[in-house]
Each structure stands twice: as C-alpha cells, then as structure tokens.
C-alpha cells in the first residue's frame, strides 16, 4: 500500500509542488514545507506598519502596541536600516525600572538591539522559526532579506496558525484517500 505520509515527509523542499500517484491515475499536488513568508503573509503584520523610529518616544509605540492590537514592533535608525526591536515587555520590564514615564524615554532607550537580535530570512521554514524562538525565549522574528532589508515580522503565534493550517490539510487528503475518494476530490 502506498504510504502518503512517509513519501511527503521525506521530501524536504521548500515551496516545492510535488504530483503524488494516490491512485490509479488520480494525483493530488501538496505544497510541501510552509515558510516564514507563508505565516507573514496571513499575519496582521502585513497588513500595518511594523517599524518605528528608535528616536521616537517610547509613548509612540504603546500607541502602536495598542492601535494595532500587536506586541512587538522593529526599530529602525535615521537611515532607516534596522535597529533592533521593542516588544510590549520590553515596556513592562524597563521603563520602570528605569524610574521615567513613556513620553520620557526613546525607543532606543528600551529596545533590543540589533546586535543580539534573533532574525529569520523569508525562506526560512516555519519549524526553524518556532525552534529559534523556544530556544531563545522570544515570541517575535524579524524577517530579514541578505541584504539586511526587513521584509516583515511574524510573531509565535503567526507560526502556530500557519503550521496548524498545514496539518489540517494534510489530515484531510489523508482522510480522503482512506475514504477512498483518492485525496484529491475534497471531502465535500
């Protein structure tokens, strides 16, 4: 009997589209490997305006923070290469501890710089993702072009949601052929 899911998890291609023989004759094309890409592109990260001017007042991105219903935003320079990041903890941790008030203190002042910063290129995959962020106990990724560009921003739960979507498809074509309705013809 052939087996979908050892011949899919063996290839290991990103963005790859693959013709699987599930039948005789009949063949269902599986996107394989979903990326950072993926996950930013249905985040509410792609849709807004992610950055701030690590010279802007922390107050400017609260505002953000809550405007936005985000947690994390990326932090630029005057020659608007990135900086680093400030996240939403980054408030709670430091500006107290710092004894001033948001409208005070920059960005600059609070943020994660750029130096220690975790970052993702868009092609990476969503495992590597989530994986970097358990490792280093952080809930955002910048995602990074070679070049040093940013591209966007994907937050944990992003991750969650693309590699959640994933699985359901997967189970579904799996469904459908053990329903013996070759995995292709959709379970409607």
Known sequence: MFSLASNVTRRAAPLARHQLTLRAGFAQSVKEGLTATDAWTKSCYSEIDYTISDDAPVYDAVQKFAAYN???LVTKDAAGKISGVVSERDYVCKVALLGKTSKELQV??????SANLITASPDESVSSCMAKMLMKDIRHLPLLEKDGSV???????DLVKAELKEKEEAIKVLSDFALGKGGHFGSE
């Not at 600059?108 to 710089?113: A, D, P, R, V, Y």
């Not at 591209?151 to 739960?157: A, D, L």
Request: charged letters at 25%; aromatic letters at 0%; hydrophobic letters at 40%.
């Open 70 to 72: 985000i947690g994390c």
């Open 108 to 113: 600059k002042e609070i943020s994660t710089k």
């Open 151 to 157: 591209i966007g921003i994907v937050s944990i739960k």
